[in-house]
């Protein structure tokens, strides 16, 4: 496979790969650079580079660091954890001084959450010639992971642009799929992309501390129905997010969703002991900011068998 294709197809999924890894995002880009130029030959020989380059990437933060450098992401018992993350689109760089966070209407818009046909109608509505690219990634199926050009971009209408989107190709994308199938559901749910999840006849809110909100499975599935527990603001907020990282080349970050349990992280950002449930069918959604600094917004999920019978909503702080 030629290397410059492969890197235009794979850049963002190689970056998030990094990052997964425990990878500081502001020294993933030059890592993966490195990697693909070392790995060139390799990659030119292969039908399927992906193998070879993640197993690199893996060696490369997982193995004894370089004589005489000394490591700047976490060691192997942090990395362990770090497996579980869910990302779309991860930063590139970070300025030395704080800049607005927003884009103009002539700017590529964030895509985070959104599938491929969603992302088309969003585009296209927008003015946008759009191709829809398969591409290997855990990520949930056809979920967007990046696109050329990326976010943030200045366009005209009549622009191309190609959105990559997910097809799980790995075993260990099984891992925590339906969590983070569900995870989607509850974002698009929030955003008016989609219905609602599965819920339990009963639904139990706990939401900053106030007295929980019982909903009925009816009125759970009507978002208006979630007013004043500030859970789907919270959600749609978060999502929204974006942040100016760099002018030169002028860069953007978004957020990213983390899965992992629901007994992870006590203590720390406020959150309690878990209390609404056991923790044997529950996972926590973490929509992390784009510069990837403070807490997290937080939502525990609750589950009978495939219905959520309860959340908690932790906001960002």
Request: aromatic share 6%.
């Amino acid at each position: 496979m030629d290397p410059q294709e492969y890197r235009d197809a794979r850049w963002y999924a190689l970056l998030r790969a990094a990052t997964d890894l425990g990878v500081d995002p502001e020294e993933a880009p030059a890592l993966v650079q490195r990697l693909l130029d070392e790995q060139r030959r390799a990659i030119r020989r292969a039908d399927d580079p992906d193998p070879l380059v993640h197993a690199a990437l893996r060696d490369a933060v997982l193995g004894p660091p370089l004589s005489g450098h000394r490591p700047r992401w976490p060691g192997v018992a942090a990395l362990a954890a770090a497996l579980a993350v869910v990302g779309v689109v991860v930063a590139l760089t970070r300025p030395e001084e704080p800049l607005p966070d927003r884009l103009r209407g002539d700017q590529v818009p964030s895509l985070f959450g959104y599938d491929g046909a969603d992302a088309r109608s969003a585009l296209e509505a927008r003015g946008f010639r759009v191709t829809l690219q398969p591409t290997r990634d855990c990520e949930v199926y056809g979920r967007v992971v990046a696109s050329d050009p990326p976010p943030g971009t200045a366009y005209d209408r009549g622009d191309r642009i190609t959105v990559y989107t997910s097809i799980p190709a790995d075993v260990v994308c099984l891992n925590d799929y339906q969590d983070r199938a569900t995870a989607w559901q509850l974002l698009d749910f929030a955003n008016g992309r989609g219905p609602a999840p599965e819920f339990a006849d009963r639904v139990f809110v706990y939401a900053g501390g106030a007295a929980p909100v019982v909903l009925d499975g009816t009125a759970a599935r009507d978002p208006d129905a979630w007013a004043g527990t500030g859970v789907l603001e919270g959600l749609r907020a978060a999502s929204d997010q974006v942040g100016l990282v760099d002018e030169h080349p002028l860069t953007y970050a978004i957020p990213a969703i983390r899965i992992t349990r629901t007994d992870e992280g006590i203590g720390a950002c406020g959150v309690p002991e878990p209390s609404v449930a056991g923790t044997g069918d529950a996972f926590a959604v973490l929509v992390r900011s784009p510069d990837r600094t403070g807490c997290p917004v937080r939502l525990d999920v609750f589950r009978d068998g495939d219905a959520i019978l309860a959340v908690a909503y932790y906001p960002a702080s």
